[in-house]
Structures are given as C-alpha cells and as structure tokens.
C-alpha cells in the first residue's frame, strides 16, 4: 500500500492548497459596513458610546429578547467585568467547567478569585448540574458556565441549585448564537455573553457583549467598562477599565446583523452535508447538534468524536487532516491540565477525561464549500480505509526519529 | 450680531458662538476615501483579526512603530489601558509601586487590577511632573517595588533623573506615555525610556486606531512574554513563561487606521504646533491665563493645549470661565478632577502616614482647563475661543453674579 499517493502527510499534494480553516470568517456586506461608517464619519465620533455602538446594542437587545444588551472591545473583558459586578462580596471561588475555553480560568484570576473545576455531561459537554452542586462551597462567590458546540447548558436546573444558596450564574454562550424550543438564547443566567469576533459568528472584528434583565448590572458594565465615570469628571467605580467598543467594530456588526438569516442558512446546510456524508463510517460519531426549533448558529459545532473502533490517535487524525489544508483542530484541553501561574482547586474529573481527547472541530463558515466538506468527509473515509497501514507507518516512522 | 465678533457671551444671555460642539482631542482621522479603500483591502483579503499570531496589518504596524520610536519591540494592543495592566502582570511586580496621582484614571486603575498598592507622589507645580524630590522620599521611606512614570501634555517628566534613581533603589520602572506618541527627550524617542512604555491611539489622540495602544520594549525577554500573553501560537526562542494570558488584540482595520495616521504623523504635529503658538500669542495679553507649555522635551507632539488658571489675577475661577466655555459650545475639560488619591479604592489606600499631602497635586485639579487642539479646531476658532475668554475676563462680574443666582 502506497501511501505517498494518498496522503499529503506521505508525500501527495495537499487535498487543499488554500487551507481550510475552524474559525467562521463570515463577511458582511461592505456596502453596508461603509454606509454605516459614513454615519461615524459624520458625527466624528469614532469611539466611546457613539451612535453605532448604541444602535447595535438595542438591535442586540431586541434580537435577544432581553431588556439589555451591553458591548465591549472583547469577550474576555465582557466576562471579566460580569464577574467583578455579580461575584458574592468576601467570596473566593468560581465554579467553571474544565472542559471549556482555555481562557476561562485566566480570566477568573484577573478577577482576583479562584477556578474551581467541575465536571461535563457527556450528553452536552457542558457543565453537569451534579458537578456543580457538589463543588458549591461556603466560597463560592459566582458560577460560571459555557454552552458548548453541541450542547446547551441546563441553566433552569443550574439557577435552582445556585438560587438556594443565592449564588449568581453567567453563561458564556460565545459558541451558540440563536433559539432552542422557540426561546432566543440569551440573559439566561443572571448574564450571558456573546461575541462580535470574525472567527466566531457576528462578524464585528473584535468584540464582544453581555445580555442580561438586571437594570443593574447594565448600569454597572456601561460604566465599568469606561473608566467608571458616570458622569464626565466622575468616577464612581475605580475597579474599571477600557472595554469599549469602537464605532467601526460596530459598523461591521451592524452590516452582519443585517443578513443574519443568510449566515444560519449556511451554517445549516454545512452541518447537514457534514451529518449525512459522515452517516455510517466506522469508528467515527458525528456529534453535532441541531436545536429544536432553531435557527441558529454554533461555533465549532461540526464535531466527530472518535471512537474505540478508530485505530489512529487524535493527534495522528489531526496530523493527517492538517496535512491536507484541512485546519481540523482539538476541542479544547482541560484547563485543570493547563500549566499556569495562578491558584486554582480541582477534583475528580472523570468525563472529562474520558472524552476531552476524542473530540475533533472540522472546518466550517465562509471559505468551506458544501463540495470542500464532501472531500473532507470522503477523505476521513479513505483514513479508515488505510488505517492498518497509517498505523503501522505512522508508529515505525516515530520509532525511527528517536 | 456684529460679524466675526461676539456680541454677548452665552452665559449673560446671548446665544453659543459656536453652532457646533468643539472638543478637545485630536480627532484626525484619516479622510473616508482612505478608511474606503483600506476597508475594501482587508475584505478582499478576508482576515479581520489576529487569531493564533498577528494578522498582516498588524505585524506592519508593529514593524513601522518600531522604526518610528526607534525601540527594539512594539506589541499592538486594544488601548492603553490594557497595555498598562499587560505589563504590570509581565513585569511581575506586587507590592507597591510610585505613581502620581496627576494622571489619568486608568494609569492607577491599571495597578488595581494587579492587586498592586499605588503610593501616590506630588508633582511639580510649574512642569505638572513628577517632582522627583518627592519620589525619592517615599523611596526612601519605603518598601517598593516599582516606580510608574507618567508623561504628560506632549512634555515628559524628568525620566533620565528617575531612571538614575530605579537603579539606585533597584526598582523596576515603566511609564504611561499616552500621551506622547512622537515625542522625544534630548533627541531620544520617548518609548525608550525605563524597562517599557504604553502608548495610547485613542480618538483623541495623534495617532489614532480609534482605540488602540501599543507597549514599546527593548527588553526582548518581556516582549516575549506579552505577546505569549496575547498570541496563542506565540514561540518564544527564550522560552518565556507566563502565568495567565489576556485579550487585548487589535483589528486589522484599528491596524490598518493608524498606519494611516502615522503616515500623517508629521503634518498633524505640525499643525498642532502652528494652533499651539497661535493660542500662545493670542492669550499672552489676558493675566492669569496661562498656557502649561510642553516641558522635559526636545521635540513635542503639541496635542494638548493646557491652561493653568489663576483666579487671583484672571478674576474668574477655573470652574467660572469652564461655565463660560461651555456655554459657547467649547467643551473645555478639567483633567484631572477629582485627582486620582481621593477616588475610591485609591482613597483607601495609606501607605505611609508622613507622605506629602499632595499639596501640588490638590492645586492643579482646582486649577487646570484643556482647551480644544487637532482637527477641530482652526485659527479662526481660537480666535473665538479667544474672544470669549477676553469679554469673560472684562465681565467678571456679571458672570459671577449670574453663577451664583
């Protein structure tokens, strides 16, 4: 069996010679990214709570169905400033899920507590409610969950649990955009974040924003996230920062939010391509998800997870794709196994770790075909028709290196 | 009304000499046709943001800002705040770090967010700098860690003098030069100074990305490790660790905006320069109104155009001719007032009982007024800004009256 007449990683050229990449990359309409700007360009206001920026967040809000949408320069800031306004006053702790974004626990410690990592279900991949009932403390100062990229987090049974102990909730929804059971997403906990990044959905180049029904938090994050004035020449809140959003970042999200349907069509018919050309190959589990009743958007959400009956590992699945231009990528990586600088208290994780290196992101967004995700898919077929093979070469070529 | 005269100032009853807000703050931004064109670019391109390393727009800035300020490392970030709490955390300092309480907000804020104790120093009440008899006190005094100077009004603080005294007392030193992107002391560009500088391209700015900043280093070792902080593919060949990384990435639009800028960097300083020395010609004749010219530089950006009020001899209080200005469409503003030390949590701070009550710092928050300088503003406009604030000072009187029924 000759594999350098198959596989790139063997010697063939690449599947792809522009290489297709995990994040969504979706473009808005320039014409009207610059119709928007010429309104910046007119009022001479480019940044601090300009005219866009506060037309974007009452569409945001109205597409939420929340009475506040609040925006921000990043996510990162969005999180960090809803942590400092909703943690519990002389509390230390934030139960956040391991299996989650790798910054999650960074961020955290900016604001000035501590991750404690609980357990998934392995239904959702978010946080499961019995892992975070049994990681509540006398410390625990705020939860802080994520939706994942194919699964929704049980936030009822989340906000019943944390309400006994009048502990508040923030869901990170960075990777799920849209409805589930006809319910928009969003103020689904006490907060909820979104983001306005190129690579995830609503392209707004950098950015990021937080839902949420509590009059005061938004009054709280609007200010915070200027330097605390309240007023010019006033600062109430010195715990602040810059987190704004400037008026060309608005602008683009604008533009975005104006052929949102658009961009959910596509996504929705990449996952079916992917879903029903994936139907039936050995060793491989398809797990995206689709929402009832959605319309809808999930970042990374064209998943396989790989199973005992496939013989390569993830890393040499990944070498072989990455070869190819196919920028496929691990899910993300237990952040209780990260190497960091800050203290952190962990338990137990066990589905966690039966899972976290099984799960493979395939390309998705707006430089992948419908015909790019056939080849892919027809190509994760011909890795299980050579497997022996890949294994026996792959293996011996990594007993020579050494 | 009388043409290119004003007849009654707004406050008494006549109607604002300008028919449009004029604030203060550079706002030159680069005209549409450029923003068109450079928009069009990057979609054509389809990459929006850096992602795992800099985007192309990016590593252009940062390679052309570090010809420009003639520094070794430039790290492009979000604005200057976060550069500032970026570098705190690389530089791995604690405990208690000097700072005046003459600046602007986010300088100290940036320590809070370090868990890092400010020690608030006086300045000197002729340059609005750091008066480095005072620095050298609380040195002396003290346990510290660091020291964050702050570079002011297009001038500089005494940086060769506090770079002298860091070493002598082996503290670590950076400073917030916001606001003097450009600026140069004894022919050396400002971001070469201490361990590493922030930079500010706020609107308000010389250069602007609408918001954004940049840390300049010469410090290899510490680039290295702001960028792993920011970049998730970032190798460092020094191997650097980190303790926990951040967000502060710029766009490649805010990227492709300041190249812009800086390309009309040198035009903008000049212009500032012309409106400066109007303004210093124009008020020479009004006592008590006293422009804080640019001090510690040889060469100044001009972005501000600083007023110290004396009531004693101008008649009207900072806040009086502030009410004057205001009511004209002049959004003069009062930086920096209430100053920093008696804002919560800095106010709860108290490091060391004998420190200096901040005598200079108290006196110029009572007394300092920006007035407007960049794009805004022309020379006719400062003829008018000059106007008012001349029949302000011949009606004092009724200006007070009306103040205070």
Known sequence: MNLSNEFSLFGNQPLFFEPKPLGCLYQPDIDKVLDYSKIFYKNKRYTNDGELTILLEKRLAKL??????????????????????????????????????????????????????????????????????????????????????????????????????????????????????????????????????????????????????????????????????????????????????????????????????????????????????????????????????????????????????????????????????????????????????????????????TIHDRLINLPQGAHVSICDIYKICEFIKKIKIYESELKKQLRGMNNEER | MRKGKIDELSILGGTPYFTEPVPVGQFYMPEYSRYESALRDIFDRRHYTSQREQGPLIKQLEARLSEFFQVKNVICVSNATLGLIMLAEAMGLTGNVIVPSWTFIATAQSLYWNKITPVFCDIDID???????????????????????????GGAAEVEQIELLAHQYGVQLYFDSAQAVGCEINDRKVGNFGRAEVFSFHATKIITATEGGAIATNDDELADKLRAMIYYDFKSPRNVKISKTFTARLSEIQAAIALMSLDDFENNRLNNKKLHDYYIDLLRSIPGFKIVSPQGVSKSNYTYCVIRVDESEFGLSRDEIWHVLRAENVLARRYFNPPIHQVEPFSNYQVDASLTKLGNTMKASQTTLQLPIGARVDRVAIEKIHQIIQLAYNDQIAIKNRLYH
Not at chain 1, 328 to 343: E, I, M, Q, S, T
């Open chain 2, 127 to 153: 340059s609005q700098h750091m008066a480095l008899d005072d620095v050298e006190h609380i040195l002396s005094r003290n346990a510290i860690s660091g020291i964050l100077g702050v570079n002011l009004w």
């Open chain 1, 64 to 353: 939420h169905r929340v009475k506040h949408a609040i925006v921000f320069a990043n996510g990162f800031l969005a999180i960090l400033l809803t942590i400092k306004a909703l943690a519990l006053p002389g509390k230390t702790e934030v139960i956040v899920p391991s299996l989650a974004y790798r910054k999650l626990d960074d961020i955290i410690a900016w604001a000035g507590l501590i991750p404690r990592y609980c357990d998934i279900d392995l239904n959702t991949l978010t946080a499961s409610v019995e892992s975070i009932e049994n990681s509540i403390t006398e410390n625990t100062a705020l939860i802080l969950v994520q939706n994942s990229s194919v699964g929704l987090v049980d936030i009822n049974e989340i906000r019943k649990k944390a309400k006994k102990y009048g502990i508040p909730v923030i869901n990170d929804s960075a990777l799920f955009f849209g409805k589930t059971n006809n319910e928009m997403v969003g103020a689904n906990g006490d907060a909820e974040i979104f983001l306005l990044n190129a690579t995830k959905f609503i392209n707004g180049f950098e950015g990021g924003y937080v839902t949420t029904n509590d009059d005061l938090l938004a009054s709280t994050l609007a200010t915070t996230r200027r330097f605390g004035f309240t007023r010019e020449d006033n600062v109430d809140f010195g715990a602040s920062l810059n987190a704004k959003l400037n008026e060309v970042h608005a602008a683009s999200a604008l533009a975005f939010l104006d052929n949102l349907d658009k961009y959910i069509i596509n996504y929705k018919e990449q996952f079916m391509a992917y879903k029903n050309t994936l139907e039936g190959i050995e060793g491989i589990d398809f797990i995206g998800r689709i929402e009832d009743n959605g319309c809808y958007f999930r970042d990374m959400g064209m998943m396989i997870l790989l199973t005992d009956k496939w013989l390569l590992t993830r890393e040499e699945t990944i070498s072989l794709l990455n070869a190819e231009g196919i920028l496929a990528r691990n899910y993300y990586f237990p952040l209780h196994l990260k190497d960091v600088g800050y203290k952190r208290i962990t338990a137990l994780l066990p589905n966690t770790h």
